[in-house]
């Protein structure tokens, strides 16, 4: 590329970075001045946002829940608007101590038995059915609560959002959040002075939370900044999710790792093939020997090119090896190796089948036996014209190993699953696989590059 050529890119470049820098700062400073909320409402308007929310926190099946919230009161007395695009609701609150209820009560809820007439085990929705109506009672006998609270209303994308932390819909509801956590952490009860272990019986304490289940709430803060802000700031919070928390990202090395591993142990296999399956090939159409061998070469050499290496994956492990109590890993780099042999026999076969035949003969002139010759003066001259050839089946098998997560093998692929599995995020970790496999890519294809150019050199000298 001509210097100028690169000037003039490197100039468009930095014009580009600059413009963006400058779009991204005047909008920041227009989205901080105009922090404030646009809409304008009244404290009935503000009611009747608090009422809806707060109706649809209840899933469908959560009976006490919203049984619970419709004997709630919450009254917005003031508004104040803030200048994060947010309004300050004042609110009084009036509710069923649902936390000393549950505490008060625990052992029995917790003690019903757990067996039908039948014998057979209740499931957490019957459960729930056989004590909603008792709960139901004693919310009713209950000493109520009240007390004031704050809660924030935001403005995103020109709609008025209620936002509920943890907190706000423990206190308000009575300590709801608390009575749940503490009936999920119960793990003795006492029935008749009696200490009784339930630490195993999960169910029956599904079936006390279901009834109180809520949802339809983030206690994440909203984000009210410009949109380019918003974007970013959704971005880092993907980041950290998952990379960053829990150390998610050890996913990925170990991942690499084992990637890494499968791909030079197989191209240390498939090499080894490969110049077996060549040499034998080259010497039955010089010479006519090994006929048998080269039939059996040329028909693994149409098997291995002519199916996908996924369905040879699968093949190897579930029905050769498996059996065998063979692992996971060796399984992976057997086929890979198998199959990448088949690819360099052919670059390595057409590598000697380029060297003139006046080699051999000279070779055979000067005393050396087939094999002597091949190995000092046919093989070296081939592995010269193919070794640009192998490096890019290198590059090649580095990509192919990424389905090795069909067999259950932890390779790079795998990790980056793991952590959308439970993330539940699709972009982060995908993109990273994608950007670790490219960034791999790029610097072997650099390497190949190199070493083309070093034996382009040397040929010209």
């Not at 993330?423 to 791999?440: G, R």
Request: hydrophobic share 45%; charged share 20%; aromatic share 8%.
């Amino acid at each position: 590329m001509k210097k100028k050529t690169k000037i003039i890119i490197a100039l468009t470049l930095l014009a580009a970075i600059i413009a963006f820098a400058v779009y991204v700062g005047i909008s920041i400073y227009i989205g901080n001045k105009n922090n404030v909320v646009e809409q304008k409402i009244t404290t009935a308007d503000a009611q009747k946002i608090v009422d809806e929310t707060f109706s649809s926190l209840p899933t469908s099946t959560a009976l006490c829940s919203k049984n619970h919230i419709n004997n709630t009161e919450i009254t917005v007395n003031e508004l104040e608007y803030g200048n994060k695009k947010n309004i300050t609701l004042s609110c009084t609150y009036k509710t069923v101590d649902i936390y000393s209820v549950i505490s008060e009560n625990k052992n029995e809820l917790l003690g019903i038995n757990p067996k039908k007439d039948n014998g057979r085990t209740k499931s957490a929705t019957e459960v729930q059915v056989e004590l909603t109506k008792h709960l139901t009672s004693l919310f009713d006998e209950a000493k109520p609560v009240s007390g004031k609270i704050d809660i924030e209303l935001y403005e995103i994308n020109g709609k008025l959002v209620l936002y509920l932390d943890d907190k706000v819909v423990n206190t308000s509801l009575g300590g709801l959040l608390d009575a749940i956590a503490l009936i999920k952490n119960t793990n003795e009860i006492e029935v008749n002075g009696e200490i009784i272990d339930i630490t195993a019986n999960n169910t029956l304490r599904r079936g006390v939370t279901q009834g109180f289940e809520l949802s339809n709430y983030d206690s994440a803060k909203p984000d009210t900044s410009i949109p380019i802000m918003r974007t970013f700031n959704s971005l880092k919070d993907q980041f950290y999710r998952n990379f960053i928390e829990k150390a998610r990202w050890q996913y990925l090395t170990d991942g690499l790792t084992t990637t890494l591993a499968i791909t030079a142990l197989s191209l240390i296999l498939g090499l080894v093939i490969g110049f077996i399956v060549a040499i034998i090939r080259t010497t039955y159409a010089k010479t006519g020997k090994l006929e048998i061998p080269d039939a059996i070469c040329r028909l693994y050499v149409t098997i291995m090119r002519g199916t996908p290496v996924m369905i040879q994956l699968l093949i190897v492990y579930y029905v050769v090896l498996a059996p065998l109590g063979v692992e996971k890993f060796t399984a992976a780099i057997l086929c890979f190796g198998i199959n990448s042999g088949a690819y360099v026999s052919e670059i390595v076969r057409g590598g000697i089948m380029s060297v003139d035949q006046g080699q051999m003969e000279a070779g055979r002139s000067l005393g050396f036996n087939y094999i002597s010759t091949m190995w000092y003066i046919i093989l070296p001259q081939a592995l010269k014209a193919v070794l640009p050839a192998l490096a890019n089946e290198f590059i090649a098998l580095l990509k192919e190993t990424s389905i090795a997560f069909y067999i259950g093998v932890a390779d790079l692929t795998q990790g980056g699953l793991k952590i959308r599995s439970i993330t539940y995020s699709n972009f982060m970790p995908l993109i990273a696989i994608a950007v670790i496999y490219l960034v791999l890519v790029l610097g072997l294809s650099r390497l190949v590059s190199m070493l083309e150019r070093r034996m382009n050199k040397s040929d010209r000298s």
